[in-house]
C-alpha cells in the first residue's frame, strides 16, 4: 500500500481532508502495518481546521480500528464487502447491538435495500432485545424464513411479553412459514407465561402429530413447564411420564409447579422418583425443594438438602439458593437457624434480609425483625416494597406506631402506595391494631385502589374497639364501591356482634352470608354464632344451628354449648353437649371441667364423681391450649 500521501506537504486543507478520508476508506488493508509509518514518534495528520493532530490511537480512530477488525475477522472470504449478512449474523451471535445498528444505518445510508439483509437485522434486533425494531422490520419485509420469526417470539417470551409473543406466532402462520421445533417451544414458554392453556393444547396436539416429542427432549420440558404453570398438574406430571426420556428440566419444570401450587408434597415425592432415575439435582431444582418444604414445614427434608447443598458447594456461587434456605427454615419457625445461614452467605441481597424479617414478622418476634431491617441497612441494602411490607406488619406486632409512621413517611417518600396495595392494607392494619382509627381510616380513604382486604382491616380495628356503628357503616360502605364482603368480613362483624351480645344483628349477618353474598358459613363462623346465642340464653337455638351444620362440629363449638350451659345452668342440653364431645375425644379434658361445673352448679354430685371417674379412666388431662 502507497503510504506516501502520509505527509505533511501536502498542500491544502482540501487535499488532507481528501487523504483522511481515502486513508479510512479501509483501513482494514493496513491493520497489521504499524511498522511501515514513516514517523511513529510524529502524527502523519492534522486537522484541517483545528490543525490538532490526528493520532491513530486516538478515540475515534481506534474505534474504527476495532470496528475494521471485527469486520475482517467475520465476514470470511467476502473481503471487499464489510456490510455482508455474515457480519450481521456475527453481531446476531455477540448480540453486539452497537455494531449491528451500526451496519443497518451503513445500508440506509448507502441505500441498500434491506430486504437482502432482513432476516439477519430482525434476528440480531430481537436478540439484542429491541424488539420494536424487529418487529417494524418484519412488518416491512415478511419474511418466509423460521429463522427471524422464532427469534422474535423467543424474544419476546424472554422479557415476559407472552402475548405479543403469541400474537408474533399468528402473523407468522398467516405468512404461511411452517413452525419448527424450537419455534413450538418458544410459543409453549408464551402459553406458560400467559396461562394461555386452551392455545398450549392447540400446540401439543401439533406437536404429537409431528411426532416430535420422541426425539426432544427440550419440547417434552416446555410441554411439562407450561402444563405445570398454568396449573394443570396432573396433565404435567402425565405428558412427563409419557417422555421417551427425561431429564433434570423437564422434573424440575414439574416439582417447580407443585411448588408453586403449594403442593409441597407433591414436590417432594418427585423430586425422590427424579433420584430413582439417577438424575441429579442442580441449583434450581434444589431452591424448589427447599420451597416445597418451607410450605409444608417439612424442616427435616430441609435439613438434608442443606447438608447436599454445602456438601456440592452450591451456596458460594447461587444467592437464589442461599435465600431459598434462609426462607425455608424462617417459615418452618427456625429462625436461629434462618439468621445463623444468612451471615454465612458469602454474599447478601435485600431479597435474603427480606426471608428473615418476614419469619420474624410471622411468628410474632416484632422486635427481632426490626433489629434485622436495621441491620440490613447498616450493610448498605436498601429495602424493596416487600421490606417495608414485611416491617409494617412486625410493627402492628408488637405495637411500634412511632416506627410505623416512620416506615410510612419512606413510603410516602417513595411512591410504593401507588401501585402496591398489599404495601396500603398493611399500613391500614398496622394503625388498626396499634389502636390508631383515625389515622386507619384515613390511610384507607387515600388509598388509589381497596379491596375487601383494606376494608376487613378497619373493620377488625373498630370490631376489637367495640365500636359497633363504625363497623357496620365501614360494612355499608364497601359494598357500595362494589366491593363484596367475604368470610373474613363476616367473622369480624359475627365476633363484634358475639362481644356486643347482638343476637338479632348478628343472625342477620349470619343468614345473609350464603342467601344474599352466597358464602358458605366456614367452621369458625358456625362457632362464633352458636357462642354469641349460647352467651344470651338461646340454648335451644344454638343446638339447632349445630345440628343443622353441612360438616361435623369440631371440640370448639361443644366448648362454647358446654361454656354457654354452665352459664345459665342447662343440665339437658349440657348431657348432651358433653356427650357429643367426648364420642368425638374421649380425652378431651376442657368438655370434662365443663361438664363437671355445671353439674356442680346444679347441686348434682353424684354425676360430678360419675363424670370425674370417666376423665381419671380415660386419663383425660388435656386442656386447650397444653400439649399431651
Same mark, same amino acid.
Given at each position: ?34 511498522? #511501515? ?24 480512530? #481506534? ?30 451471535? $455477540? ?31 430481537? %436478540? ?104 394443570? /398438574? ?30 409441597? %408434597? ?33 424442616? $427435616? ?76 441497612? &447498616? ?74 382486604? #383494606? ?23 364497601? %359494598? ?57 340464653? &338461646? ?22 354449648? /358446654? ?63 397444653? #400439649?399431651?
Amino acid at each position: 500500500m502507497d503510504l506516501g500521501l502520509m505527509t505533511t506537504s501536502m498542500a491544502g486543507c482540501e487535499d488532507l481532508e481528501l487523504s483522511w478520508k481515502e486513508f479510512f476508506r479501509d483501513s482494514s488493508k493496513w491493520w497489521d502495518q504499524p511498522g #511501515s509509518k514513516q514517523c511513529p514518534g510524529q502524527s502523519g495528520f492534522r486537522h484541517a481546521a483545528t490543525k490538532g493532530p490526528l493520532w491513530m490511537d486516538s478515540c475515534g480512530v #481506534s474505534e474504527e480500528l476495532r470496528w475494521r477488525r471485527f469486520a475482517v475477522e467475520h465476514r470470511g472470504d467476502e473481503t471487499e464487502d464489510a456490510l455482508s449478512p455474515s457480519l450481521i449474523w456475527a453481531c446476531c451471535k $455477540n448480540k453486539d447491538l452497537y455494531r449491528g445498528t451500526r451496519i443497518h444505518n451503513e445500508l440506509q445510508k448507502r441505500g441498500l435495500g434491506e430486504k437482502l439483509y432482513s432476516n439477519a437485522l430482525v434476528t440480531m434486533y430481537a %436478540q439484542c432485545g429491541e424488539l420494536q425494531k424487529a418487529q417494524a422490520l418484519l412488518d416491512t419485509h415478511k419474511s418466509s424464513s423460521v429463522i427471524p420469526w422464532t427469534a422474535l417470539i423467543a424474544s419476546y417470551g424472554r422479557q415476559g411479553k407472552g402475548k405479543d409473543a403469541l400474537e408474533c406466532y399468528k402473523q407468522m402462520q398467516l405468512a404461511g412459514v411452517p413452525p419448527n421445533e424450537v419455534t413450538y417451544a418458544c410459543v409453549l414458554k408464551a402459553c406458560a407465561v400467559t396461562r394461555d392453556i386452551d392455545k398450549g393444547k392447540e400446540i401439543h396436539e401439533r406437536i404429537s402429530m409431528q411426532g416430535l416429542l420422541e426425539h426432544n427432549t427440550i419440547l417434552g420440558g416446555a410441554l411439562v413447564d407450561m402444563y405445570a404453570k398454568c396449573g394443570a /398438574l396432573c396433565q404435567a406430571q402425565s405428558i412427563l411420564e409419557e417422555l421417551p426420556s427425561r431429564n433434570i428440566v423437564s422434573w424440575s419444570a414439574l416439582i417447580i409447579g407443585y411448588a408453586r401450587m403449594g403442593q409441597g %408434597q407433591q414436590a417432594l415425592d418427585c423430586f425422590e422418583l427424579m433420584q430413582r432415575e439417577g438424575i441429579i439435582p442442580d441449583a434450581v431444582t434444589y431452591a424448589c425443594i427447599l420451597k416445597a418444604c418451607a410450605s409444608i414445614g417439612a424442616i $427435616n427434608m430441609g435439613k438434608q438438602v442443606h447438608g447436599e447443598v454445602l456438601r456440592q458447594g452450591f451456596l458460594e456461587h447461587d444467592i437464589v439458593l442461599g435465600n431459598a434456605l434462609v426462607d425455608m427454615y424462617a417459615k418452618c419457625g427456625v429462625l436461629s437457624q434462618a439468621r445463623n445461614v444468612l451471615e454465612k452467605l458469602p454474599s447478601r441481597n435485600v431479597a435474603s434480609w427480606n426471608a428473615l424479617i418476614a419469619g420474624y414478622a410471622q411468628t410474632g418476634q416484632g422486635q427481632s425483625a426490626l433489629e434485622s431491617f436495621q441491620q440490613m441497612q &447498616h450493610e448498605g441494602i436498601l429495602p424493596d416494597a416487600v421490606t417495608y411490607l414485611c416491617v409494617v406488619k412486625a410493627c402492628a406486632v408488637i405495637g411500634a406506631i412511632e416506627k410505623g409512621k416512620e416506615i410510612h413517611d419512606e413510603i410516602s417518600r417513595q411512591s410504593l402506595l401507588k401501585h402496591n396495595v398489599l404495601l396500603g392494607n398493611a399500613l391500614v392494619d398496622m394503625y388498626a391494631k396499634c389502636g390508631d382509627l383515625l389515622q386507619a381510616r384515613t390511610v384507607l380513604e387515600k388509598l388509589p385502589s381497596r379491596n375487601v382486604v #383494606s376494608w376487613n382491616a378497619l373493620i377488625t380495628g373498630y370490631a376489637q374497639n367495640g365500636q359497633s356503628q363504625q363497623a357496620l357503616q365501614c360494612f355499608g360502605r364497601m %359494598q357500595k364501591e362494589g366491593i363484596l364482603p367475604d368470610v373474613v368480613t363476616f367473622m369480624c362483624l359475627l365476633n363484634l356482634c358475639c362481644h356486643l351480645g347482638l343476637v338479632e344483628k348478628g343472625q342477620e349477618l349470619f343468614d345473609s352470608m350464603e342467601a344474599v353474598y352466597g358464602l358458605q358459613p366456614d367452621v369458625d363462623c358456625f362457632t362464633c354464632m352458636a357462642d354469641l346465642l349460647g352467651r344470651a340464653g &338461646h340454648l335451644g337455638r344454638a343446638v339447632e344451628l349445630i345440628q343443622g351444620m353441612p360438616f361435623s362440629a369440631n371440640s370448639s363449638i361443644w366448648h362454647c354449648l /358446654l361454656g354457654a350451659c354452665q352459664r345459665w345452668v342447662d343440665v339437658n342440653v349440657g348431657t348432651w353437649a358433653f356427650q357429643q364431645a367426648i364420642e368425638l375425644d374421649k380425652c378431651d379434658g376442657a368438655a370434662y371441667v365443663l361438664a363437671v361445673n355445671i353439674f356442680a352448679a346444679a347441686g348434682m354430685l353424684e354425676k360430678v364423681k360419675e363424670i370425674e371417674a370417666m376423665r381419671i379412666k380415660n386419663k383425660a388431662w388435656k386442656l386447650p391450649g397444653c #400439649s399431651s
